[in-house]
């Protein structure tokens, strides 16, 4: 079942009825697929819209930062649970695939240094959003949105052609 979306994301609900999101914003459509399209959003840099989409899995506020928290418990939960894995498994997907999506692109566009290993960038992304994520659960006092922002786009200005 899935419920409510924002820009280019569809959260869905996590086994057994508990409503989240892959942190706190990429969920995965029916059949597997993440619902987020990186295609056209990055145009001449990478930059703004990368930074946009990919700011939607990031806690930014009281709601998400509570969903990325449930998050965080359930993919808990799946390392002692296996019944819980496929769909954690199948979250962590939909994150790296949404990130792959956008490091491509931005990579026809001509916005990356050329010579990225993009399968090594996307695990560095993913993981980066991961870690942030984390953060901004366990001390939302110390990690804000302004924080996670900066620290997003300069990972990103480390990507981007000269």
């Known amino acids: 079942m899935l419920g409510e979306e924002g820009p280019g ?3 869905g609900l996590l086994p057994g009825g508990v409503a989240g ?16 399209a990186a295609r056209g959003l990055v145009a001449d840099q ?13 806690p930014l ?13 359930f993919v808990t939960a799946a390392r ?13 997907a939909g994150l790296d695939e949404l990130v792959r999506r956008v490091l491509v692109e931005a990579d026809r566009s001509g ?22 994520t984390l ?5 939302p006092d110390l990690v804000g949105p302004d924080e996670l922002h900066a ?7 480390t990507l981007a052609a000269s």
């Open 9 to 11: 994301v569809r959260r």
């Open 21 to 36: 999101r892959r942190p706190a914003g990429l969920a995965v459509r029916a059949g597997g697929r993440p619902a987020p």
């Open 46 to 58: 990478l930059g703004g819209p990368a930074v946009r989409l990919l700011a939607e899995t990031l």
């Open 61 to 73: 506020d009281a709601e998400r930062r509570e969903k990325s928290a449930l998050w965080l418990s």
């Open 80 to 92: 002692t649970r296996p019944e819980l894995r496929p769909r954690a498994a199948e979250l962590q």
């Open 111 to 132: 916005a990356l240094a050329p010579g990225l290993d993009l399968d090594l960038e996307t695990r560095r992304l993913s993981a980066l959003l991961d870690g942030l």
């Open 135 to 139: 953060q901004a659960v366990q001390h």
């Open 151 to 157: 620290v997003l786009r300069r990972h990103l200005d």
